[in-house]
């Protein structure tokens, strides 16, 4: 698989990574060995680039990737995680102290002595606008706990704010068919920094997986159950922020403008792929099946796959500007 420079980390990943979210909860079950099945196939596939967070079934899925890389020595992947969630999302909250503290459990859920990439997961505006942030972070890669630093965000004026920051590696931000704003500033940003962009949510919470329809429901302790209206955190985190019946008209258009045998979901994967300043795409799996599936997607755009990426692209614009647009682009 393709590999692309890191951002500011001095590593090079695969354009298809793997989001862990789903390997430690709010998605319904996933056993453990499930779950190391998930992190074989995706990494057979080529994948060199995992992302997880600390409260991910409260440290369940960094431990589980610990034993999977302990398992696999010299398995040349990198881990990017995520802290601050494990508390409320109050400045306050953001200190050294608890950096240290959040770092050095992940460290110990990793099983490692230096964590590759560490980002702040969703933090308020004022912590990523605050010196003082960058100060403790950059103590930590002093220290050797850390390699290299990022942040997670929910809006592009975030993702501008941690873009300017000299020692930030990585930009982390939900970028998909639904959500376009990040095209306009963000990544022509980014890339002239030098920064690296992590797209999440890239398939819409599995909206384009083209596999839901209106009769489709979800477990109670999965997300897009509980957190439809933002109940429980961002709402832009559960089908991007999409209503979920709009979601699916989209999804027809989309799927109508593909030819035969090219599959939405990897077709959308492809399109985030081929957005000039993306590093890779993160997607979240919860089979071996749709890890292999996500990590074939970037063959979509070699020759010969019968895949043209530039009218998919007119596809989803057109469809954005029909249906989305309104709703979406100025709330994030």
């Keep these: 698989m393709q590999q692309r420079p890191l951002g500011r980390t ?9 989001g862990t979210w789903q390997l430690g909860a709010d998605w319904g079950d996933v056993s453990e060995a499930d779950a190391l099945a998930v992190l074989e196939t995706a990494v057979n596939g080529g ?34 995680t995520k802290m601050g969630r494990r508390l409320p999302q109050e400045a306050v909250h953001y200190s050294p102290e608890n950096f240290r503290a959040w770092t050095d459990r992940s460290r110990a859920n990793l099983g490692v002595d ?4 560490v980002q702040l997961h969703c933090p ?45 590696a990585s930009v982390q931000i939900i970028l998909n068919a639904f959500r376009l704003k990040p095209l306009d500033e963000v990544l ?58 709009v979601g699916l008209a989209a999804v027809a258009e989309l799927t109508d403008a593909l030819p035969d045998g090219v599959a939405l979901p990897q077709a959308a994967l492809a399109w985030i792929i081929a957005r000039p300043g993306l590093s890779t795409v993160i997607p979240g799996a919860r089979t071996p099946a749709q890890a292999r599936s996500n990590a074939d997607a970037a063959a979509l755009l070699e020759d010969g796959s019968g895949f043209d990426v530039e009218a998919f692209d007119a596809a989803v614009r057109a469809t954005y500007d029909t249906h989305l647009r309104a709703a979406i682009h100025e709330r994030w």
């Excluded at 100060?135 to 501008?160: K, N, P």
């Design 47 to 80: 994948v060199t680039l995992l992302d997880t967070a600390d409260v991910y079934g409260d440290g369940r899925s960094e431990s589980i990737i610990g034993r999977f890389l302990a398992a696999h020595p010299g398995h040349g992947v990198t881990v990017a």
């Design 114 to 117: 230096t964590l590759d990439l």
């Design 188 to 245: 022509p940003a980014a890339a002239s920094a030098g920064v690296g962009i992590l797209a999440r949510v890239p398939l819409a919470s599995g909206l384009l997986s083209g596999r839901y329809d209106a009769t489709t429901t979800f477990a109670e302790n999965d997300h897009r159950t509980y957190n439809r209206g933002g109940e429980a955190f961002d709402q832009g985190e559960t089908f991007s922020g999409v209503d979920f019946a």
């Design 10 to 18: 001095g590593r090079e990943t695969s354009v298809v990574g793997l």
């Design 124 to 168: 308020p505006s004022e912590v990523i606008d605050a010196d003082a942030t960058y100060d403790a972070l950059d103590a930590l890669v002093a220290d050797g706990a850390i390699a290299s630093y990022g942040v997670s965000v929910e809006t592009c004026e975030q993702a501008l704010s941690a873009i300017a920051r000299p020692g930030v």
